[in-house]
């Protein structure tokens, strides 16, 4: 629980400072430290998600996201469906926490020696 509490404010301060990429490297981090796939990668795939959401979350709290979103959507080809570039911005985010678990896990399975 540390490992990913740890994981979330490292990769939500990454964010809000613009390096968006962190929910991955955390996501490996994860990985690295627990040292189970099965564990690490949905824990990653949550790191990515509240990281991206906080900020989002926030933005909408102080600005309000729906006319941003309105008019992404509509550029997008999903006629003002405002809701639809936030999904895409999270899953962006879990996505970015699940590889970089799913990436570390698989190199620490490949290093380990198997069991004879």
């Not at 490292?10 to 996501?27: M, Y």
């Not at 909408?60 to 080809?77: D, E, H, K, P």
Request: net charge positive; proline share 6%.
């Amino acid at each position: 629980m540390v490992v990913v509490l740890s994981g979330v404010i490292v990769s939500l301060v990454g964010v809000l400072l613009g390096a968006w990429w962190i929910p991955f490297l955390a996501g490996a981090g994860i990985a690295l430290v627990v040292g189970r796939p099965l564990i690490a990668i949905p824990a990653g795939a949550a790191v990515g998600l509240v990281s991206w959401l906080l900020p989002l979350a926030g933005i909408q709290v102080r600005y309000g996201l729906g006319a941003t979103a309105s008019s992404l959507a509509a550029i997008m080809g999903f006629d003002h469906r405002g809701a639809v570039p936030v999904i895409l911005a999270l899953l962006v985010g879990a996505l970015l926490g699940v590889t970089g678990a799913w990436l570390a896990g698989a190199a620490l399975t490949l290093a380990r020696p198997s069991p004879r």
